[in-house]
């Protein structure tokens, strides 16, 4: 199955799911705080299985996502708060309204968290170690790639290779 056609078949739904629950609570009056507690607490969560499995969304549906969130907390109306400021936590005056850009780099992370893990033996850590291993294996962990131009250099030409 093509990326494009995984992603339709596994996140469209979820991405469904998160618009109606976003549209089930939209009629209630709520104060900016209840907003962001059904974002945190009911909305979200609907997408961190599909983040966390399928590769990278593309940028325009975490983008639609992003701008979904902030209309459900602005009722549709222009934004009064910058989004900046409204990301921000609370201890630096902030709502800390999720950012759905670094929520998804987040998840992508425990990847590597699950991957250091000795206790893990999962089977996909088995393949992940065969490819890693052309590379350096867990060097590539402690390396300085600053970029994520870098990164994606590294990965592409590990995906060009073969088991």
Same mark, same amino acid.
């Not at 990326?3 to 976003?22: A, H, Q, R, S």
């Not at 005056?93 to 999720?98: H, I, R, Y």
């Given at each position: 199955?093509?990326?494009?056609?995984?992603?339709? %078949?596994?996140?469209?739904?979820?991405?469904? *799911?998160?618009?109606?629950?976003?549209? #089930?609570? #939209?009629? @209630?009056?709520?104060?900016?705080?209840?907003?962001?507690?059904?974002?945190?607490?009911?909305?979200? !969560?609907?997408?961190?299985?599909?983040?966390? &499995?399928?590769?990278?969304?593309? $940028?325009? &549906?975490?983008?639609?996502?992003?701008?979904?969130?902030?209309?459900?907390?602005?009722?549709?109306?222009?934004?009064?708060?910058?989004?900046?400021?409204?990301? $921000? !936590?609370?201890?630096?005056?902030?709502?800390? &309204? !999720?950012?759905? %850009? *670094? %929520?998804?780099?987040?998840?992508?992370?425990?990847?590597?968290? @699950?991957?250091?893990?000795?206790?893990?033996?999962?089977?996909?850590?088995?393949?992940?170690? #065969?490819?890693?291993?052309?590379?350096?294996?867990?060097?590539?962990?402690?390396?300085?790639?600053?970029?994520?131009?870098?990164?994606?250099?590294? %990965?592409?030409?590990?995906?060009?290779?073969?088991?």
């Amino acid at each position: 199955m093509m990326p494009k056609e995984t992603l339709k %078949f596994n996140l469209e739904p979820k991405l469904n *799911d998160f618009k109606n629950c976003l549209k #089930q609570w #939209q009629h @209630r009056k709520l104060t900016l705080m209840g907003k962001i507690t059904v974002i945190k607490t009911f909305a979200l !969560p609907k997408l961190i299985y599909p983040l966390s &499995v399928l590769s990278n969304p593309p $940028m325009n &549906v975490l983008t639609e996502i992003n701008s979904l969130i902030f209309k459900f907390i602005w009722d549709n109306k222009p934004d009064k708060i910058k989004r900046n400021r409204l990301k $921000m !936590p609370t201890s630096e005056g902030g709502l800390s &309204v !999720p950012d759905i %850009f *670094d %929520f998804n780099r987040a998840i992508k992370a425990g990847w590597i968290k @699950r991957y250091l893990d000795e206790n893990n033996n999962g089977n996909w850590k088995i393949i992940l170690n #065969q490819k890693l291993i052309k590379l350096g294996n867990t060097l590539i962990l402690e390396s300085n790639l600053t970029t994520e131009k870098d990164i994606k250099t590294i %990965f592409k030409k590990l995906s060009l290779r073969t088991l």
